[in-house]
């Protein structure tokens, strides 16, 4: 028989940015440390369709699946606290549905009746909560956007039907709200927050339980206060006051005994999470033995969002070597030959993540020669596999021209090209799967790499053969010159149907330039190698 999935639906009051994701994702890892099986969905009242156009300027990092989904960066957070790999079912936005609806309604399957919002839109929310739920025991639902958002309305009335339509014992509502702290009457206020239950029971929905965010601690009396004014139990007012670490959330959240309110409303008897390897790796990361500092080389340095899956993959891999990994941030427009050696002479390792467009690229290739001259680990990201590409056939091939031709699109030296100029696509493998409005094409999830015995590559992954990390890019590095590059001891330790996935050097200690994004498929239990490998080798230099 098909599980009766349970549900419980997260909403947001007072200010957007309070970490609903977060809390969120908190509650989905106690319950899965139970034994339960647990799945999370993001739904986005915004109207693009999806965030893969959107600016890393207004959306943060666009996190991808293993089906090539370009979604919100919370589902990054999901997948790393809950260490489930989800899909494109777990996460919707506006337009999104909108576009089903219409695609629908064109086809002629409403059979001649008025599309309306109810109960069209609302009805093709509740059928994607419920996929997304489909063989699990509990479905934690995030509504994005704030109580009282316009465009939040019909998802609100989408959780309301859904909560009647299964019972009450299928479902709950939790509310995160702000209790800000006011400097000069020195307190914490409860009133936003009855002000947000308020716009939510306007609406038909009465949270069961309320997760306070704040700057400190709540008292029991304050708690209390908060219970009574907006009609939920005492034990079900939960704080969650600033961290050192958003991994210490879930443990914060089990000291406060949340699971006991949730096993009562949701029926789900009594709940024993077993959390010792995360709390563990949690100390690990408060107080580690050890130190690194490496340079994180980005154009987006005044927007950490942009990098959120790369900087917390840098934590897992961190906590697991029991090491605190400083980045120095460095804005890769600012580096300049003169400069390049006093920006990275005190840094153990040097890091170019992936990007789009041609700014900042000089800066990255100048921190790629510094450290390929001075043997300092390297690990180019995307782009930064590709720059380091091109940085060695202008140095070491002389190829002064070489370029990729996202920024040259005459060069003569193509080192990075467009695939579809150089790969048949008419065969059997259809390697670009996702067209973009924007004209071009993208290769997006997950793919095969066949990784080249004995290299660097094969001994991260652990001696495996073949490895499955996600991509998103549209150029690829040229095979054209790839005899050449071997010649002159750039090795290929990583290849998928002709395509070069992989880079290292023969005479460095550890210079590695991937085509795809490890870091999206880290976890705190369970870091991705490629960026193990390059934490371990930056404290090796350190050491030295
Ligand atoms: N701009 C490059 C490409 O499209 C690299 C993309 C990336 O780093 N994600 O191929």
Redesign the pocket.
């Known amino acids: 028989m098909a599980k009766e999935t349970k549900y419980i639906f997260i909403t947001g009051g007072v200010l957007s940015s309070l970490g609903k994701g977060i809390a969120a994702a908190s509650i989905a890892t106690l319950l899965k440390n139970v034994g339960l099986k647990v799945s999370m969905l993001k739904a986005d009242p915004y109207i693009n369709v999806d965030p893969g156009t959107m600016s890393p300027l207004e959306h943060g990092e666009v996190f991808v699946t293993d089906d090539g989904a370009e979604t919100d960066l919370d589902l990054g957070h999901y997948e790393r606290f809950l260490d489930e790999s989800l899909s494109q079912k777990n996460n919707f936005t506006t337009g999104r549905v909108y576009s089903a609806v219409i695609e629908k309604e064109r086809r002629g399957d409403y059979l001649g009746k008025t599309i309306q919002v109810i109960p069209h839109i609302v009805g093709e929310i509740v059928d994607r909560i419920k996929k997304a739920g489909e063989g699990n025991d509990v479905l934690i639902v995030e509504i994005g956007g704030t109580v009282g958002d316009i465009e939040g309305l019909p998802f609100l009335e989408a959780i309301r039907a859904l909560r009647i339509e299964v019972g009450k014992k299928r479902a709950m509502n939790i509310h995160l709200t702000l209790v800000p702290f006011i400097k000069v009457a020195g307190e914490l206020k409860t009133k936003p927050t009855q002000h947000s239950v308020g716009e939510l029971r306007r609406i038909g929905i009465s949270p069961d339980m309320i997760i306070c965010r704040s700057e400190m601690p709540l008292n029991r009396e304050l708690k209390d206060k908060i219970a009574s004014s907006c009609g939920v139990e005492k034990n079900c007012v939960i704080e969650s006051s600033d961290s050192a670490s958003i991994y210490q959330i879930p443990l914060s959240f089990l000291k406060q005994d949340i699971l006991t309110p949730i096993a009562e409303n949701l029926g789900l008897g009594e709940l024993k999470p077993d959390m010792s390897k995360w709390d563990s790796l949690v100390k690990r990361i408060i107080a580690p033995t050890n130190e690194t500092t490496i340079a994180f080389v980005g154009k987006y340095v005044d927007l950490k969002e942009s990098y959120k899956s790369l900087t917390e993959s840098i934590i897992h891999a961190g906590a697991n070597l029991d090491t605190r990994v400083n980045l120095k941030w460095i804005d890769s427009e600012k580096i300049e030959p003169s400069n390049v050696n006093e920006l990275l002479k005190d840094v153990d390792g040097i890091l170019v993540a992936?990007?789009?467009?041609e700014r900042g690229v000089l800066g990255k290739i100048q921190a790629i020669k510094f450290a390929r001259e001075n043997k300092v680990p390297y690990l180019g990201?995307?782009?930064?596999m590709?720059l380091a590409m091109i940085e060695f056939a202008r140095d070491v091939l002389n190829l002064e021209d070489a370029n990729?031709i996202?920024f040259d699109a005459k060069c003569k030296n193509p080192i990075?090209y467009l695939i579809d100029s150089f790969i048949d696509v008419s065969g059997k493998k259809q390697i670009r799967t996702h067209k973009s409005p924007l004209g071009g094409t993208?290769r997006l999830g997950a793919y095969e790499c066949d990784i080249k015995a004995n290299s660097l590559l094969s001994k991260i992954y652990g001696g495996a053969k073949k490895i499955k990390e996600r991509h998103?890019?549209?150029?690829?590095a040229n095979p054209k010159y790839r005899a050449e590059f071997e010649k002159a001891g750039l090795i290929v330790s990583g290849e998928s149907d002709g395509l070069i996935e992989a880079i290292e050097l023969k005479d460095h200690p550890w210079f590695v330039g991937v085509q795809c994004?490890p870091e999206f498929t880290s976890r705190l239990t369970r870091p991705n190698p490629t960026i193990l490998g390059f934490i371990r080798a930056s404290i090796a230099n350190h050491v030295k």
């Open positions: 992936g990007g789009f467009g990201i995307c782009l930064g590709q990729s996202e990075i993208m998103r890019h549209r150029y690829e994004h």
